[in-house]
């Protein structure tokens, strides 16, 4: 099955903004746990931001939260996530992800991910 493919990122100035978007080809987006997930040098997959299937209501980590805003276009079957107040820590990898539905009903794990993108670069410079 296709891979969700990012888009966006790139290097900004902390407190800045950026926007990262993920096409899902073979995914309805509606449908499935779409999730996106960062990762630093030598630190662990977090997830940063999931559209919960079904909803409307996402969720956010909580280092992310009142900063970024996660966003679905049914008609595209795109994801979206618009980045703003930037720190140098949310420098990362940031990954698309597509689950089943159950992998909203907690907060999602990494584990429980068997789409992946290829990731985009984001750094926030000080």
């Known amino acids: 099955q296709a891979r969700p493919v990012e888009s966006g990122g790139g290097s900004v100035q902390a407190g800045g903004s950026l926007r990262l978007s993920c096409a899902a080809p073979g995914y309805t987006v509606w449908n499935f746990c779409m999730v996106w997930f960062r990762q630093a040098p030598g630190k662990a997959r977090e997830g940063v931001a999931a559209?919960?299937?079904?909803?409307?209501?996402?969720y956010y980590a909580d280092s992310v939260k009142g900063r970024f805003t996660i966003s679905r276009n049914n008609a595209e079957n795109t994801v979206s996530l618009h980045m703003n107040s930037l720190k140098p820590e949310d420098t990362a990898t940031y990954y698309c992800?597509?689950?089943?539905?159950?992998?909203?009903?907690?907060?999602?794990?990494?584990?429980?991910?068997?789409?992946w993108g290829q990731g985009t670069q984001v750094t926030v410079l000080s």
């Open positions: 559209a919960v299937p079904g909803s409307s209501a996402p």
């Open positions: 992800a597509a689950g089943p539905a159950r992998a909203c009903t907690n907060w999602p794990s990494p584990r429980d991910f068997g789409a």
